[in-house]
């Protein structure tokens, strides 16, 4: 008798506790929706089925052949064209605020082979864990490499290097070379041209003298 007793106990017990679990804040049954369309969204959200498109998806890609805005227009550089990449260029210009950004960015993604210095002795290389000899940016061979073949380095890799387009998107990569053509220019190379003042609709110098008070004067950038 004793034994039915604490079994219906038992029973009870485990009763109460499941309704405990459904009530309070574990409560799983939402109940009543008073404004439906305000807790149910009514627009697809991401990520969920959508049958107004084909392939029923909600998140759509970018058309093809748009550029997003604020993103820079694609290269059309094609892999291996090595007649494209001696032409390719861009008429994008830096501050010297991006020109160290883009030595910041050497640093992290190129130094550690090519070196802090540009002489291809980074560390990985003289330590003797990579075998492949870098190319040292300040040989005369590499002062003379159009910017383009640069980049088709960056965006692709050469041999032993690897592509380092998924790190640097495209602004980024000329942020790179633009610091690389600078220190390759302190040190023997052609003068440097990716600078802010080299743009060609760059505005007048600070310290350009206005002809008269009042009157602007018409300037015309002289370096091209
Ligand atoms: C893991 C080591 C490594 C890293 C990191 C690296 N490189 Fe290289 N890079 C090499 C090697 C090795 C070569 C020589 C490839 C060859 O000529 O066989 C090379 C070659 C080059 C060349 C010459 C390309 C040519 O056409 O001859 C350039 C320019 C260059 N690298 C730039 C960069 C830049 C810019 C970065 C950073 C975004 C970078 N490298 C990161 C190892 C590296």
Redesign the pocket.
């Known amino acids: 008798m004793n034994k039915t007793k604490s079994i219906v106990v038992a029973i009870l017990a485990i009763g109460l506790g499941l309704t405990a679990c459904n009530t309070g804040a574990t409560r799983r049954n939402p109940g009543k929706t008073y404004a439906p369309d305000m807790t149910y969204s009514r627009a697809y959200d991401a990520y969920t089925h959508n049958p107004n498109f084909a392939d029923g998806e909600t998140s759509r890609l970018p058309v093809s052949g748009t550029v997003a805005q604020g993103h820079e227009l694609p290269d059309h550089l094609v892999e291996g064209d090595t007649n494209a990449y001696k032409t390719f260029t861009t008429n994008m210009r830096f501050t010297d605020a991006q020109v160290t950004e883009g030595g910041r ?2 640093n992290i ?2 130094g ?3 070196g802090v210095n540009l002489d291809g002795q ?1 560390p ?2 003289t330590s003797g864990k ?1 075998v ?4 040292n ?1 300040k040989d005369p061979k ?1 002062m003379a ?1 159009s910017s383009g ?2 980049y ?3 965006k692709y890799g ?5 592509s ?1 387009a998924s ?2 998107d495209i602004k980024q ?1 000329w942020m ?2 633009a610091y ?1 053509r600078k220190i390759q220019s302190e040190n023997g190379g052609s003068p440097f041209t990716m600078g802010a003042e080299n743009t060609e609709t760059a505005s007048a110098p600070a310290d350009t003298t206005v002809a008269a008070a009042g009157t602007t004067t018409e300037t015309t950038t002289t370096t091209h």
Not at 132 to 135: F, I, K, Q
Not at 158 to 162: E, F, L, S
């Open positions: 960015l050497y993604y190129c550690i082979c090519h980074g990985l290389f990579f492949a000899m870098p190319a940016l590499y490499m073949t640069i088709a380095a960056i050469k041999n032993m290097m690897g380092y790190q640097l990569r790179v070379i690389i």
